[in-house]
């Protein structure tokens, strides 16, 4: 049919247009901040792009919610700026009929969306969380870069090296500064490298020496040494049980329902509802008045998309804190919106209608 084809093809356009502003503003956003980490050393520098992959990942579906709302506000505004909504009123179609070209255009979507909330979602968490934390845990010497001082990972050491192997295993001209609880020490050496054993990481360091101060007797030792063992430190990766609910999937969170759990399937549940939602909002909020040259409606649709995201955000802690069920705030939330939109498409629809009645009431003899 020649309407419904013409809907399509007008919104497939303007939802591609719309995801590849979205995509380049965002993507560039979290690029910016992903650099940002790795200089501040919270990330590797080789693992930027890997990381900015995830956090993308991550965030995708929401892009895509956003592209489809803002893609229908768009394109049945120019519709009714071009008076082609006044053409298609005039054929006997109502706005509701909208709904069915609308659906078929974006359900693919709005499944894309379902797949990566549930799926995509805590594993790009859980990837990048892995990546920090093997970063944020990794050896003392792995941390040190040649000729810079460097903290250790408990803040009580600091290392100097000024020349390291490309392994990152040896060092040569090791400079360690030690602040303990009953003193400092110093300690220096020739060569320094990573061994290990029994499961533990040891730093063994060759032809030094180590002075040490006592700060309640301010008796001062100096020792030479051939070889010297501290560890590492090293921890473990953040186990499973461990994980936030953001990076646990979603079978575990079904089948471990504690209120955490819920409120994260309640947020994951709450974006794919929110996205088909956000497509009826659309279509009761593109309505516009031909002779205004202005875009209010988009304005309403964007704060209308920020107030319905931030309530998703609410309903999530009220869940996580035990206020609401999840039952309770997925009803609440997504079902008054649903009402909300339908209303709204059914007051558009029959508005001219329902103004022409007082006129039709005073005439009437």
């Known amino acids: 049919m020649l309407f419904d084809s013409t809907v399509r093809r007008e919104l497939a356009r303007t939802f591609g247009a719309t995801l590849v502003v979205i995509l380049t503003i965002v993507l560039t956003m979290f690029l910016i901040r992903t650099i940002g980490q790795a200089a501040g050393g919270a990330v590797a520098p080789q693992d930027v792009v890997l990381l900015l992959g995830y956090v993308s990942l991550g965030n995708l ?49 709005l499944l894309v969306i379902g797949l990566l909330v549930l799926f995509a979602w805590p594993w790009g968490n859980r990837n990048s969380l892995e990546l920090r934390d093997r970063y944020a845990q990794r050896s003392d010497i792995a941390r040190v870069a040649p000729g810079v001082f460097q903290t250790s990972s408990d803040g009580r050491r600091v290392f100097f090296v000024e020349r390291e192997s490309a392994d990152g295993i040896n060092a040569r001209n090791v400079f360690i500064l030690t602040q303990g609880d009953h003193g400092e020490a110093v300690t220096s050496a020739h060569s320094g490298r990573l061994e290990t054993r029994g499961g533990e990481r040891f730093l063994v360091l060759e032809q030094g020496q180590r002075n040490e101060v006592d700060s309640r007797s301010q008796v001062r030792t100096l020792a030479s040494f051939d070889s010297y063992r501290v560890l590492a430190g090293e921890r473990a990766v953040r186990a499973a049980e461990a994980r936030p609910p953001k990076a646990v999937a979603t079978a575990a969170l079904l089948a471990d329902p504690t209120p955490r759990h819920q409120a994260e399937l309640v947020w994951r549940l709450g974006l794919l509802f929110g996205a088909a939602n956000l497509l009826l909002l659309g279509i009761g909020l593109a309505a516009t008045n031909p002779r205004r040259a202005s875009n209010w409606n988009l304005l309403l649709a964007l704060l209308s998309f920020a107030v319905y995201y931030n309530l998703i955000n609410l309903s999530q802690a009220w869940v996580a804190g035990g206020r609401l069920s999840m039952a309770a705030a997925l009803l609440g939330v997504h079902g008054v919106a649903f009402a909300a939109a339908l209303a709204l498409v059914w007051w558009r629809e029959h508005a001219a209608v329902l103004r022409l009645l007082p006129h039709r009431r005073a005439v009437t003899p």
Do not use: C, H
């Open 61 to 109: 579906p929401t892009m895509l919610a956003l592209s489809l709302f803002v893609a229908v506000v768009l394109t049945l505004g120019r519709m009714y700026r071009d008076s082609e909504m006044a053409i298609w009123f005039a054929s006997g179609i109502g706005l509701a009929r909208f709904v069915q070209p609308v659906l078929r255009t974006t359900w693919p979507v």
